[in-house]
């Protein structure tokens, strides 16, 4: 699978010449050319690393930087032009992986990108998944609606991951009764259809649809 990178840049001469080398390279490129619309793009697209200018119109980097570790620990390399310590040491401050100055050579961002891509290409554990608005990290016992934590149950947890992590599939209620085993659970299929009420009632997203009969599931689009 080929890995997607969210460059989030303002100047589109700057995204060309990253975008670019990163295709050739092999990789999926997905641009963006301010802060909200980065943001946006980051929770659309299941992107594996970011290359982030800080000098942004609408939301700094630093603010782009600091709502996407609230919701993922994916890599973030920092761009600018700002080659001041004070600036570099901001940019970790708010979690940033690597820093970047401009100008840059093309072949260092490459292997930049490469040497974060390999560090965490077996860190499974601490993926993120993602549907639309909807967020999931299973090793931080984390969900966030459009970026704000949403407080769930261990069990309502473990059925939205069984759903997220299987987009498109149908789990019966005799599925979720299993996975419930060893939980606090109010008894039989009633039970998790009151689980999944309370679900949906939380998340208020409406992405879990009942398949009439079966049972339920995030549809696939
Ligand atoms: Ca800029």
């Known amino acids: 699978m080929n890995e997607k990178i969210l460059i989030i840049e303002d100047e589109a001469a700057i995204r060309q010449i990253l975008a670019e080398p990163l295709k050739s390279a092999g990789y999926g490129v997905v641009c963006a050319a301010d802060g909200v619309e980065g943001l946006n793009a980051f929770r659309a697209q299941a992107a594996d690393l970011i290359i982030l200018d800080i000098m942004l ?10 709502t996407i570790r609230r919701e993922s620990r994916v890599p973030i390399i920092l761009l600018t032009a700002l080659d001041s310590e004070d600036a570099q040491i901001k940019g970790f401050d708010k979690l940033a992986d690597d820093y970047i100055t401009k100008p840059f050579s ?8 490469e040497a974060l891509l390999r560090r965490t290409a077996h860190d499974d554990e601490t993926k993120t998944l993602r549907y639309k608005d909807l967020s ?30 299987n987009v498109g599939r149908v789990f019966t209620r005799n ?18 259809n009151f689980h999944i009420m309370n679900l949906r009632r939380k998340l208020n997203v409406g992405y879990i649809e009942t398949v009439r009969g079966v049972g339920y599931k995030i549809a696939k689009d």
């Open 57 to 66: 119109p609408k939301l700094d980097g630093y603010r782009v930087c600091e």
């Open 106 to 113: 093309v072949r260092l961002v490459l292997k930049r990108v």
């Open 136 to 165: 999931i990290c299973e090793a931080e016992r984390r969900v966030c609606v459009a970026g704000k934590e949403v407080a769930l149950t261990r069990l309502e947890f473990e059925i939205l991951l069984l759903f997220m992590k």
């Open 175 to 192: 599925d979720l009764l299993n996975l419930a085993w060893g939980y606090d659970f109010v008894g039989g299929e009633k039970g998790v």
